[in-house]
């Protein structure tokens, strides 16, 4: 079976587990503690010399880290990516861009609120994450407002990629009642069959 190690507030190892649960794989979940250091331990580096979750042990042995690289391989052949070259493209483009334009921003700030201290003790560092991370939802916004979905008008990884922060961005502090056309598609994403919640670690 599948072994997953992560951290279930984690919004990275979140896009894993639903799309996995999406497509009805199973998988073997093993929580780790980033808040106590447990990705920095000589068991788990020497399955992945990053030091962090998500990370996928296949059945052979082999591991993969990089929640946009899993979400890749698990999709690949399935109604979750597109065949045609250039929606695999734009695909990427949004991976891309949660990875460093809203990721960074987004999920920072909230670790930081929510986990290592709260906003006070991030005061002079935070106010860039709240900055940047507006600008990425307000670059959400500006292509949700004639679009359904990121790519090819139809759910998929890019959506998955983007809903995992986002949909938590107000335990970041971020005010998303200025975003009604984000909040639609939060909403369009949560209906999706086979959808879990953030903290759902596996099947029931
Ligand atoms: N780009 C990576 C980011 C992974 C990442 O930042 N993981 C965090 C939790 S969300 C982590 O393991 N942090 C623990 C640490 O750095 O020690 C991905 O998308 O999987």
Redesign the pocket.
């Known amino acids: 079976m599948l072994t997953l190690y992560d951290?279930l507030?984690?919004?990275?190892?979140y896009?894993?587990r639903l799309l996995l649960s999406q497509l009805g794989r199973r998988f073997r979940l093993v929580e780790?503690d980033?808040?106590n250091?447990e990705?920095?331990r000589p068991d788990f580096l020497a399955l992945n010399p990053?030091?962090?979750?998500?990370?996928i042990r296949f059945e052979d042995g082999r591991c993969l880290?990089?929640?946009?690289?899993?979400l890749w391989h698990f999709a690949e052949g399935t109604p979750f990516l597109s065949s045609d070259p250039f929606e695999r493209a734009l695909t990427l483009q949004w991976m891309f861009f949660e990875?460093y334009s809203h990721?960074p921003n987004i999920?920072t700030a909230r670790?930081w609120i929510q986990h290592l201290g709260g906003r006070a003790k991030w005061t002079g560092k935070i106010e860039e994450k709240i900055e940047r991370g507006h600008q990425a939802l307000a670059v959400m916004e500006s292509h949700l407002r004639e679009r359904a979905y990121f790519v090819g008008e139809r759910y998929s990884i890019a959506d998955i990629a983007l809903y995992a922060y986002t949909h938590v961005a107000e335990e970041g502090e971020f005010d998303l009642s200025r975003y009604p056309a984000v909040r639609r598609w939060l909403d369009r994403v949560a209906g999706q069959p086979g959808h879990v919640p953030i903290t759902q670690g596996v099947f029931d």
């Open positions: 951290y507030p984690s919004g990275n190892g896009k894993v780790k980033i808040v250091g990705t920095r990053n030091g962090r979750i998500p990370l880290a990089e929640s946009g690289a899993m990875q990721e999920a670790h």
